[in-house]
């Protein structure tokens, strides 16, 4: 069964590359006018103290990080000690406000102890699980974020699965998922993270790697967030841009970061692309599909901060299916004395280039984290129109942890926002930037990992906070601008297919 459904698998992965259905502008509207619940929020779940980030009691994983309706998700789930148990699965949305809509349940089935997996080469931790059970993804499930959420009958424990429904349709905007940062913080067991060589605490160097063939244990940076477990970073930082999107009504499509790397045909779909979130890593392969995009007249808005940093390399499973595991060999863009003080390990990578600059207008730079409100720097740009902002207001706790500064030499290239930040290690200066692109398209980048917290605040949402900085929720201010900012991408042609 194992060896069928990674058949499946790389069948999916070849099928429809390139290949576009016609636009359906209402389909996020008239999904989100479907019943909604708040039953999707995981309300009984517990964290292993010896491993710190695992629910052994129940957890599991997927064989995709994206699928097309039509195609085959296995699901694989590891209950210790043994209990029967049931998945239900949600797509997230805005669904009048509750978060989610449930779509089917599945079981109940047998749980048993799924095996913790050998340690492979450069530290890989690859599950290969038997499959409890395998879901032929429903024709008129739309392209979206699902949960599945685990409960076991012994306890009432629960965690997560998560997965993405892409299609391949033409579409206003693609949302593009972060999940290969997801999988690069993820410890599960313990202590089995693209940071953990097995000596150093937060390493950041070569020679690790990390497998999507696992279970997302519990977050391990700056929030405590047990009922999170199992779903990446998604619901963290993603799921306000989501959920605030599909209120609005925005002809949106999801995609995965292994898309942006194996489809380049497929981001010219849509009129614009957004990084969301947390959306650290890149393959060289995403960043030049990217980049001819932009070239082709795609709009991009980096909704982000620590884009584009950590330079990986992916590799196929035990199985063969392509792009289950990765390791990083370097970052995008030159490094300082005070990183390599930081971080001796660095003058091991084999790649500083290209830099990322180039491709969002700023990035990440010394000292990296830091928190900071986010300051209007040119009141007379269209992105500021309607939110009565003027040069010097602040929108407080919107910059953080991670940002984006030292903009790049591009020209047309405008600084919308600029301030100081507050860090441990050292001052920084964060800059939003926006340039134009060759066919009249933008590329706008916030310069913070926070952006969607100034965007609603979902069921269940908890708000971060670190350096000293702590967005406040949705302002009106930041809508508006991300607004002005759509409408404008809205208007836009598709770029050019060839």
């Known amino acids: 069964m194992l060896q069928q459904a990674a058949t499946a698998g790389v069948a999916g992965w070849l099928g429809g590359v390139g290949t576009w259905t016609p636009a359906q502008a209402d389909l996020i509207r008239s999904e989100n006018e479907k019943p909604g619940t708040t039953s999707w929020i995981l309300e009984n779940t517990r964290v292993d103290p010896a491993t710190k980030y695992r629910c052994p009691w129940i ?11 039509g195609e085959k998700l296995t699901i694989f789930v590891s209950t210790n000690p043994p209990s029967p148990f049931l998945i239900d699965i949600y797509r997230l949305g805005y669904y009048g406000g509750k978060g989610g809509r449930h779509l089917l349940r599945l079981g109940p089935f047998k749980g048993v102890v799924q095996p913790e997996p050998a340690i492979g080469v450069e530290r890989l931790r690859e599950c290969q699980w038997e499959p409890c059970t395998t879901l032929t993804i429903p024709k008129d499930w739309p392209s979206g974020v699902y949960l599945g959420k685990l409960t076991a009958e012994r306890e009432k424990l629960q965690s997560y699965i998560v997965f993405i429904v892409r299609d391949d349709r033409r579409c ?9 940062t997801w999988c690069a913080y993820n410890r599960w067991p ?14 950041w160097g070569p020679n690790v790697r990390v497998s ?17 477990q199992g779903s990446g970073e998604f619901l963290l930082w993603e799921f306000p841009l989501a959920y605030w999107m599909e209120k609005e009504g925005y002809d949106v499509s999801y995609i995965s970061n292994t898309d942006t790397h194996r489809d380049p045909q497929g981001l010219l779909r849509a009129k614009a692309f957004l ?4 959306d650290e890593y890149w393959s060289l392969e995403m960043f030049r599909n990217v980049e001819t995009a932009i070239q082709k007249g795609l709009n991009v808005a980096f909704l982000s901060g620590n884009t584009c940093y950590g330079r990986i390399e992916f590799y196929p499973d035990a199985q063969g299916t392509p792009l289950r595991a990765f390791a990083r060999v370097g970052v995008f863009g030159p490094l300082s004395e005070n990183d390599y003080k930081g971080f001796p390990e660095m003058k091991r990578f084999k790649y500083t280039e290209p830099d990322a600059r180039f491709l969002m207008g700023a990035a990440s ?32 706790g919107l910059v953080g942890w991670e940002w984006h500064g030292n ?30 692109g060759a066919k009249g398209n933008l590329v706008f980048n916030a310069a913070t990992i926070w952006w969607a917290q100034g965007l609603s605040s979902p069921p269940g949402h908890l708000l971060p906070s670190a350096h000293g900085a702590k967005p406040q929720g949705p302002d009106p201010r930041v809508q508006r601008i991300t607004r002005n900012l759509f409408e404008r991408y809205r208007r836009s042609p598709y770029p050019a297919a060839t």
């Open 59 to 69: 957890e599991g994983y997927v064989s995709h990080t994206s699928i097309r309706a």
């Open 365 to 396: 730079v010394w000292p990296v984290t830091g928190g900071a409100d986010w300051i209007c720097l040119n009141e007379k740009h269209w992105l500021f129109e309607g939110t009565g902002m003027k040069n010097g207001d602040a929108i407080p």
């Open 407 to 436: 903009p790049a030499p591009i020209i047309g290239l405008e600084i919308v926002a600029r301030g100081k930040l507050i860090s441990r290690k050292s001052e920084g200066e964060y800059t939003a930037t926006i340039y134009p």
């Open 212 to 228: 999507f063939s696992r279970p997302y244990g519990k977050y391990c940076q700056i929030l405590n967030a047990p009922l999170s």
């Open 190 to 203: 313990s202590q089995w993270s693209l940071y953990d060589d097995g000596k150093k605490v937060w390493y």
């Open 275 to 278: 990084s969301v979130g947390h």
């Open 172 to 180: 206003d905007f693609l949302f593009q998922c972060s999940d290969t």
